[in-house]
């Protein structure tokens, strides 16, 4: 995926940036096509894999940074001629993976445009099977994979699949909003009482909203959104599980204990929720085996989000 805004704001940061892309795989690789990196004078951000393959990549990215600026191509979008490079991994560079991978590595000064989602370049003519990729994704809305297709390289533009919204901003949201922050396809917001309970540096990307009735806020979330609830107050916490009942959800979870679970689930039921949409919520939250420990939490929560990808829990109400 192509994440058009990293690299505007990579482009902002540091001016020409490269862009490191597997544009395809055979047998055994550390990343999948379409892992992609930015490289800079000073510093990258994103990965191909790590190890070896990383860093004589970032290295030649770094060289072709530090050559004189090549002519942009034709409708290329202030993307200079890229560099296609084919690496066998163990003979080139002594990594146990058996496969290879080819790297497309191109300097950009400006952002591409996108057509219909997608983001195609190549040297040269336009070839018509990469016209047939930008066609079904005009009028059939079709997002074709990444990689290469007839010499040019295709990839659809990076888009947030999930909403998660984490309420609270103390110890456990900072460290969940650490976690999710990274990972692809979630768009990120964090939601408390007042400015001040946000820290100062906050993750690229993610979306801070002070609110002085978080509540209030919970009835206009998206109905398809993932909520995890840990303010600092219990009585807030159940007024967003009620009105996060009402609204709809896709998942919900809760911060606490099985006493605290007990508790909520009855006066849930006592404010008009059946037992079967209260079910719904998951409380506790994350692994208790890994301890509690914010960081601990985090990991436990995030990878029981990641488990289930499309898991559908929550229920619309009338």
Not at 19 to 26: D, K, L, P, Q, S
Not at 76 to 104: D, H, N, T
Request: net charge neutral.
């Amino acid at each position: 995926m192509f994440d058009l805004a990293a690299l505007a704001e990579a482009i902002r940061a540091h001016g020409r940036v490269a862009r490191v892309v597997i544009a395809g795989v055979e047998g055994s690789s550390p990343r999948e096509v379409g892992a992609s990196m930015l490289v800079w004078d000073q510093g990258q951000s994103g990965t191909i894999g790590g190890g070896a393959l990383e860093y004589e990549a970032a290295a030649k990215a770094r060289l072709m940074l530090a050559g004189r600026p090549t002519p942009s191509l034709p409708h290329g979008g202030g993307r200079e001629a890229p560099s296609v490079e084919r690496v066998a991994l163990g003979p080139s560079l002594g990594q146990c993976c058996g496969g290879a991978v080819v790297l497309w590595t191109e300097v950009f000064q400006a952002v591409p445009e996108a057509v219909a989602g997608v983001v195609a370049r190549g040297v040269g003519e336009m070839p018509l099977a990469v016209k047939r990729v930008l066609a079904a994704a005009r009028g059939q809305g079709v997002r074709p994979a990444p990689g290469l297709v007839a010499g040019w390289l295709v990839e659809p533009v990076a888009e947030a699949e999930r909403q998660v919204w984490v309420w609270g901003a103390g110890h456990v949201g900072r460290a969940l909003v650490n976690v999710l922050a990274p990972l692809p396809g979630i768009a990120l917001t964090w939601v408390d009482v007042a400015a001040e309970r946000f820290p100062e540096g906050v993750p690229d990307g993610v979306t801070v909203v002070p609110a002085r009735d978080p509540a209030v806020l919970a009835d206009h979330v998206p109905p398809d959104a993932e909520h995890l609830v840990l303010t600092f107050s219990h009585a807030l916490d159940l007024e967003l599980c009620h009105r996060l009942l009402n609204r709809g959800f896709r998942s919900c979870g809760l911060i606490g204990s099985a006493t605290k679970w007990g508790r909520f689930r009855s006066r849930l039921k006592a404010l008009g929720h059946s037992g079967e949409a209260v079910g719904h919520i998951r409380c506790p939250i994350g692994d208790p085996s890994l301890g509690k420990h914010p960081q601990a939490i985090a990991i436990g929560v995030v990878a029981e989000m990641l488990r289930a990808p499309a898991a559908k829990v929550g229920e619309k109400r009338a």
